[in-house]
């Protein structure tokens, strides 16, 4: 297994930006689907955005135009960089990886062989 360590949550205002991380250690060559998820109290885990390696990546739609995902390869870092948050952006958030490129529902989250701790983010 790959390991996922996310770092860079916190608290922030509305229309604040926070960039979240997340180091993967391991196996990390092998793993081609990366992904963002979030939960909010009380709500079900949502994709946020995924990225195949050397593919297309792809955003909920209640992100798209604000969130930026991106990896570098070198460090082995995912990387989910987040502009004018709102309060709807509340929740823990977890970076998730797998050995297949991203698939069209890439948005289930038992499909990930590799899953993270979670970063809290507040915004209020």
């Known amino acids: 297994h790959v390991q996922l360590v996310e770092s860079g949550g916190g608290s922030v205002q509305p229309g604040g930006s926070l960039r979240l991380s997340c180091a993967a250690s391991?196996?990390?060559?092998?793993?081609?689907?990366l992904a963002w998820f979030r939960q909010a109290p009380g709500m079900e885990r949502e994709g946020v955005a995924s990225t195949t390696k050397f593919g297309p990546t792809n955003y909920a739609d209640s992100v798209k135009g604000r969130f930026t995902i991106a990896s570098d390869s070198a460090q082995n870092t995912l990387y989910l960089q987040m502009n004018n948050l709102t309060p709807l952006d509340t929740g823990t958030y977890y970076c998730?990886?797998?050995?297949?490129?991203?698939?069209?529902?890439?948005?289930?989250?038992?499909?990930?062989?590799?899953r993270g701790q979670g970063t809290q983010v507040t915004v209020s």
């Open positions: 998730a990886a797998d050995r297949y490129p991203c698939p069209p529902n890439w948005t289930d989250y038992g499909w990930y062989v590799d």
């Open positions: 391991g196996f990390t060559a092998s793993r081609y689907c």
